[in-house]
C-alpha cells in the first residue's frame, strides 16, 4: 500500500542572492517543482518549506538541494535544469544529475558554459565524440538538434573540421523547391528554422552566422543538394531525418568522405511526414545499421526532454494512446 503521510521538510539558504536564484523570477522554478511532484513548496526568510506526502518532499528536498549545490558552485541554472532534476528524480537516477554540469561543451557567445542537461543528452554527446556516425532518436524538446549543432561548432574552432553542413528534408516542397519565390536561401529557410536558431544562439545573434555562411564554412541546404557530392573534413548533420526515404537516406550516408568528418542523424520517429505512406529511411536505418562499428543509435524518451514539464506529458499521453 502506498504511503500517503504528509509531511514538511525545510531546505535552508542563508544567502538572499543564492535564494532567489534558487526560487526563480515570481517562484518560476519552485512551481514547475510543485506542479511535477504535487506538493506545496512555501518561502520564509531563509527556508523553503515543502509540504505534501513523504516520497514527494523526499524527492523535491533532494532536487532543492542539489539545485543549490549548483547555484554555490556559481553554475547559472534556469527552467531546463530544474526540469531535468524532476525528471532525474522520478526515474531515481537524481544521484547523477551533478555530474551532468562537470563538463562544458562549449562558452556561447556571452561566455555562459552549454552543458548537457539529462542523461540521454549525456550518451548522446558521448557517442558523438566516439562515433563517425551518430543516430539521435526521439520527441522533440530534447535537444537534439541544438546539441548536434553544439558538437559541430565545437569541432570547428578546434580545428578538427573544416566546414559544417547542415540539411533536412524539405518534405512539404516534395524536395522541389523550384516554385518557391527567392534564391536558394530564401526557399529553404523556412525548413532549416530551428538549425539557425541553435546557431544564433550560440554565436549570440544572427551576423555571426551570416559571415560564417557566406564564407562557405557553414553550409546550410535541402537534402535534395546532398546528391552527387563527397563531404571531406566535414560536420555534418541531417535533421528531421524520419522524413527521409530509404533511397535518400542511403544518399546521404554515403557522402560521407575522409577519416576527420562526422554526421549526425536526427529524427522523430513518431511524426512522419512522408507522402503516400513510404517508408521512413530513419525506421529502415535502425533496422539495418544497428550493429556497424563506428555507428551508434541513442534513443531519447519524454524524460529527456528540457521544455516545459507538460510537454513530456503531451508526449506520454500520445505514446500511450497509440499503445
Known amino acids: 500500500m502506498t504511503d500517503t503521510k504528509e509531511v514538511t521538510a525545510e531546505v535552508t539558504v542563508i544567502d538572499p542572492a543564492k535564494l532567489a536564484e534558487l526560487v526563480g523570477t515570481q517562484n518560476e522554478y519552485l512551481t514547475i517543482i510543485e506542479e511535477s511532484l504535487s506538493v506545496v513548496i512555501n518561502p520564509f526568510g531563509s527556508v523553503l518549506k515543502i509540504s505534501g506526502q513523504e516520497e514527494m518532499v523526499a524527492e523535491a528536498t533532494a532536487i532543492l538541494e542539489n539545485l543549490a549545490t549548483l547555484i554555490n558552485k556559481d553554475i547559472t541554472i534556469n527552467s531546463s535544469d530544474v526540469v531535468s532534476a524532476v525528471n ?53 524538446g530534447t535537444g537534439k538538434t541544438f546539441l ?63 559571415r560564417l555562411i557566406e564564407r562557405n564554412v557553414i553550409e546550410i541546404a535541402p537534402l535534395a543538394y546532398m546528391r552527387g557530392r563527397t563531404l571531406d573534413n566535414a560536420f555534418v548533420i541531417l535533421d528531421e531525418a524520419q522524413n527521409t526515404t530509404n533511397a535518400q537516406m542511403k544518399m546521404f550516408l554515403t557522402r560521407l568522405g575522409g577519416f576527420g568528418s562526422k554526421m549526425i542523424v536526427n529524427g522523430d520517429i513518431s511524426q512522419i511526414d512522408l507522402p503516400n505512406k513510404a517508408k521512413s529511411g530513419l525506421v529502415e536505418a535502425q533496422h539495418i545499421l544497428q550493429n556497424l562499428d563506428q555507428i551508434e543509435f541513442v534513443e531519447f524518451t519524454a524524460q529527456d526532454v528540457v521544455r516545459h514539464p507538460v510537454v513530456a506529458r503531451v508526449i506520454n499521453a500520445y505514446e500511450n494512446f497509440g499503445k
Open 88 to 140: 532525474m528524480a522520478k526515474n531515481g537516477t537524481l544521484d547523477y544529475f551533478l555530474d551532468l554540469y562537470s563538463q562544458v561543451l562549449i562558452k556561447d557567445v556571452k561566455g555562459r558554459a552549454v552543458r548537457v542537461k539529462t542523461f540521454g543528452q549525456r550518451q548522446y554527446v558521448n557517442a558523438i565524440k566516439h562515433n563517425d556516425i551518430t543516430f539521435g532518436i526521439g520527441p522533440a
Open 148 to 210: 548536434a549543432v553544439v558538437m559541430a561548432i565545437s569541432a570547428l574552432k578546434k580545428g578538427l573540421v573544416e566546414k559544417i553542413v547542415l540539411t533536412r528534408p524539405a518534405v512539404e516542397a516534395g524536395e522541389s523547391l523550384g516554385f518557391l519565390p527567392g534564391d536558394l536561401k530564401d526557399k529553404v529557410d523556412p525548413y532549416l528554422r530551428p538549425i539557425y536558431d541553435a546557431l544564433n544562439a550560440i554565436f549570440g545573434g544572427v551576423e555571426h552566422t551570416e
